[in-house]
């Protein structure tokens, strides 16, 4: 078995144990050995025999059309960004993405326009959640952290990602849903695999969520934070793709307006501290 068959009958078994029989309309009689749907149920609701069903799930099938696929994806009730990874999952391999450098390089372009912003926290992250590079006040806003250096790594294994993330379990579950979503564009990615790999050895919480298989892209969103210096942030943050490096983004933070104190204290950190900015990206320690 391949391993794109292998993530594409994961991907649908996960979606299918994490619904229930009364959210798609059918009734639930008696107790289930299984979670969520039987297979039967979701090939009932697809239009297809449950032989079919079956054998995408175990990977006997590797070419769907897509007329099933699109009926699997109404049968399991996904949304746009989750049908749009199933179809990236059955996806030829010659039709995807090639798998991004392991130690990509910020253009020095992007690096001015980081530096330019002196009010603004900024920075790029890689495919792999890796920090590539950071403005001033980035590195003083997460100056709490043992290193800057790979947002899922920060979240899961260093301490102050606990006391930082001040909704922890949704950022760490963002984390990993971006985490599949990059899976997803470049399964090909060693990067990805490694960190992935590490933090699946490391911490049994992201295990759990990555078995899950959900798939959330870094767009726009409201994060509440605590610095260890200058006290609680709200924030806004946007990600952009970055045209001319297609598999970094730059990731824009704004305060909002009850933490322009605790901005003000952060500029004031970050003009006691040299300028730093995170060299390309490095392996999550396993020490």
Known sequence: MSDSSSSLGEYLRARREALRPQGVGL????????????????????????????????????????????AVAAALHLDGEALAHLRRLVRAPQERRGAPAGHERVGPQLRRLLDSWPDTPAFVLGPALDVLAHNRLAGALHSGFQRFDNLAGMAFLDPAGRSFYRDWE????????ELRAAHGHHPDSPRIAEVVATLRARSPEFGELWARHDVRAKTQQSKRLAHPEVGALEIEFSAFTVNGA??????????????????????????????????????LSTG
């Not at 760490?172 to 849903?177: I, K, P």
């Open 27 to 70: 009734p639930e009689h008696g107790r289930r050995r299984v979670p969520g749907l039987r297979r039967e149920e979701v090939a009932m609701l697809a239009g297809v025999s449950a032989d079919y069903y079956t054998r995408l799930e175990q990977g006997r099938e590797t070419n769907p059309s897509p007329q099933v696929v699109e």
């Open 246 to 283: 297609p598999h970094q983004q730059l990731v824009v933070y704004q305060a909002e307006p009850t933490a322009v104190a605790a901005l003000a204290g952060l500029r004031a950190l970050a003009g006691l501290t040299p300028a730093t900015r995170v060299a390309p990206a490095r392996a």
């Open 170 to 177: 949704r950022s760490a579950h963002s984390c990993v849903a």
